[in-house]
């Protein structure tokens, strides 16, 4: 058994989310040298169940083996449909098992990939369960920068308890780029009330469900203060244009302004 290629793949189970459960049977596939063997893991994320399958290749000369790829099955404990889709270890950008998981209950990841020219960018990815792909199992939609969907701007819509301490909005933050379903504090005429939020990139705002897991409108969660001060914004503009309009009017001479309005009066 080559001990390098041992704690290479160790590090990539670590790195994706296996964790140190596999390491034994790990190093006991490898001793047995066959051209290919599998490893199986199992976790329970909320009301289900995902059975992950890892996949190991050895190269077609030499000894070094390689983790190509996992696939994850998962359903709910009490429903016989069952969700499946591989995902592929490469430079491109690999996955996590949480992010993995997460991308199968149906939530946004956002991540940094390589594109095959190796240039570098940033995207959120949401699984497309109503297209099918036929290597992997789902279409996996993309919504880049120029997208134009900025999480901590979204947030600050919202009366979040805490969202103005730096600290705890980069670590909501970060657990919403996971892919993580958030639980947050609103506060709202006065009130507290628990809510858990997940961000929702292709319609630019954030999903919100009550204590009881019941999707929300979160369009009428937002800070009604904030829409006050649009409100009023607004209400003052459009005051101080037609104050400027009264007082540039009453500046002008008496013909000056009857001949610019004999100019804009349309010929008969």
């Given at each position: 058994?080559?001990?390098?290629?041992?704690?290479?793949?160790?590090s990539q189970l670590r790195y994706t989310g296996f964790g140190e459960a596999l390491e034994i049977e790990l190093r006991e596939k490898l001793k047995q040298n066959q051209p290919d063997f599998t490893l199986y893991h199992e976790t329970y994320p909320e009301d289900r169940v995902a059975r992950t399958t890892l996949n190991f290749t050895r190269a077609k000369e030499g000894d070094m083996y390689f983790f190509n790829s996992y696939k994850v099955e998962m359903q709910k404990e009490d429903i016989s449909n069952v969700l499946e889709?591989?995902?592929?270890?490469?430079?491109t950008g690999t996955f996590t098992m949480k992010e993995a998981q997460n991308l199968m209950l149906g939530r946004a990841v956002n991540k940094d990939f390589t594109s095959r020219e190796g240039q570098s960018?940033?995207?959120?990815?949401?699984?497309?369960?109503?297209?099918?792909?036929?290597n992997t199992g789902f279409k996996i939609n993309k919504y880049h920068q120029n997208y134009g969907y900025d999480?901590?701007?979204?947030?600050?819509?919202?009366p979040i308890a805490g969202i103005e301490d730096a600290s705890f909005r980069e670590n909501l933050m970060r657990s919403l780029?996971?892919?993580?379903?958030?639980?947050?504090?609103?506060?709202?005429?006065?009130?507290?009330?628990?809510h858990f939020i997940e961000a929702c990139p292709q319609f630019k705002t954030i999903g919100i469900y009550d204590a009881d897991m019941k999707k929300m409108d979160s369009r009428l969660l937002k800070d009604v203060k904030q829409i006050e001060t649009v409100y009023e914004t607004v209400g003052d503009i459009k005051k101080k244009s037609a104050d400027a309009g009264l007082k540039s009017a009453e500046q002008q001479p008496a013909g000056e302004t009857k001949n610019r309005r004999q100019r804009r009066s349309p010929k008969l």
């Open positions: 058994m080559n001990e390098n290629n041992f704690e290479y793949l160790r889709h591989t995902f592929y270890i490469d430079r960018y940033n995207a959120w990815v949401q699984m497309d369960f109503k297209n099918p792909d036929e999480l901590e701007l979204v947030l600050e819509k919202y780029q996971k892919g993580s379903l958030q639980e947050v504090v609103l506060l709202r005429q006065g009130e507290h009330s628990r």
